[in-house]
């Protein structure tokens, strides 16, 4: 899978044209799919608007694969441009909070107006109506509010941040995507755009349904690290080793049985595998065990057992790995970053431009969006348009 590499190959959403007003988090990451999988992606950044990136911007990969537009929306001229683009649209997304877009004479009524094809996809932390939509919040909050966050880490300690995967990027970004995709495929049939409202909490919901099917079937404790996949199994957690961590997932009888014959141990003192009473004795000497050897030791000594074990790596040791680098899941260089995913057999996704600036190639997007260089030219010198 090249990075930068040739364009103009088509992927599988070439010929959708998407306005993305830049944002945090799962917006950006939304848009960075939809762009890496061939949709032409022009994204506004507001003009004048702090920096908000932790370091150097063309290294934020999140805005990867499409240009930029830096547009005073306020200004009239602005306006009639950013309405000019959402005319032209298969996608808006935006993920400021409820009634922002409407201030700024940009909210959904106005946007059907001019293009009523436009599937318009609203990105929020608490949604767009309920008592805590124009409330701030992180993807802590959003996970902590499904009760997905109640259920992780250990029992005798509060609950570790999530990083912020489960809430903005699997909750939020996935999510938008899915429904963005789904509501153009409905387009072919209807003719008409409609509004997908993706909202973080819904999404960190949606991504516990077989734990609460779990607790509905009575399989699932609200007790934290007593359960199946919450530390709780013996074969179903991390080990510290004499220098590092491992992850152990030998939850199948083949491979529970695995384990145990790789490391050493008696299948018959480990039986019953699945009777939770027998759980914490056997973790306490499984952590004993393990602490014995370093994680490499242990990789290579149960490597010839189907044993669903794995080093717990870093960053850099990840994209080191033959199982990353035989499947090209990051690229390479002094900065690597994940290759688009999934694989398309006739027109991949790739990474078609590096992470662009406010205004970055935004000269060239509007020309190839029906804008005249004149035009370009006039609301730039007027300092409304920052586009290079």
């Known amino acids: ?29 939304a ?14 950044d ?12 063309q290294q934020d990969f999140l805005n990867r694969s499409r240009s930029s ?26 993920g400021y909070r409820p009634g922002v877009m409407e201030r700024l004479q ?13 599937v318009y996809a609203r990105m929020t932390g608490w949604g767009q109506t309920g008592p805590l939509a124009h409330k701030a919040g992180h993807d802590i909050n959003y996970v902590a509010l499904t009760g997905g966050l109640h259920m992780m880490g250990s029992a005798d300690a509060p609950p570790p941040p999530p990083l912020n995967v489960v809430g903005d990027f699997g909750g939020g970004g996935m999510l938008v995507v899915s429904g963005i995709l789904a509501a153009l495929v409905e387009r072919q049939s209807s003719g008409c755009g409609q509004i997908v409202d993706a909202a973080m909490i819904d999404g960190a919901a949606l991504l516990l349904t077989q734990l609460y099917a779990w607790k ?80 490499d030791e242990w990789i290579a000594m149960l490597a010839p057992f189907d044993a669903c074990v794995s080093p717990v790596l870093t960053q850099d040791e990840a994209v080191r790995h033959p199982a990353n680098t035989g499947r090209d899941v990051f690229t390479r260089g002094d900065a690597p970053q994940p290759n688009p995913a999934p694989r398309f057999s006739r027109t991949p996704a790739q990474i078609r431009r590096p992470p662009t600036l406010p205004g970055e190639s935004g000269r060239e997007a509007l020309r190839a969006w029906g804008i005249p260089e004149a035009e370009i030219g006039a609301l730039a010198s007027r300092d409304i348009l920052l586009a290079d």
Request: charge should be negative; charged fraction near 20%; glycine fraction near 10%.
């Open 1 to 29: 899978m090249a990075v930068e590499s040739d364009a103009s190959a088509a992927g599988p959403l070439s010929g959708i044209r998407i306005v993305e007003f830049a944002g945090l988090g799962p917006t950006p990451f």
């Open 31 to 44: 848009a960075m799919l939809l762009a890496d999988y061939g949709a032409d992606v022009l994204r506004i």
């Open 46 to 57: 507001r003009k004048g608007q702090p920096d908000l990136s932790p370091g150097d911007g």
């Open 69 to 94: 537009v830096a547009l005073d929306i306020k200004s009239p001229e602005g306006l009639a441009l950013a309405r000019r683009l959402i005319g032209k649209a298969d996608v808006l997304l935006e």
């Open 106 to 118: 940009l909210g959904p009524e106005a946007a059907f107006a001019l293009n009523p094809r436009l």
């Open 216 to 295: 509905a079937m009575g399989f699932w404790s609200s007790r934290r690290a007593a359960n199946l996949l919450d530390g709780g199994a013996y074969f179903y957690r991390c080990y510290e080793t004499a220098d590092g961590y491992v992850a152990v997932g030998a939850i199948e009888p083949q491979f529970h049985a695995a384990l145990i014959a790789g490391l050493g141990l008696n299948l018959e003192d480990f039986s019953d595998h699945m009777n939770r009473a027998l759980w914490p004795e056997r973790s306490r000497q499984l952590e004993a065990l393990f602490k014995t050897r370093t994680r």
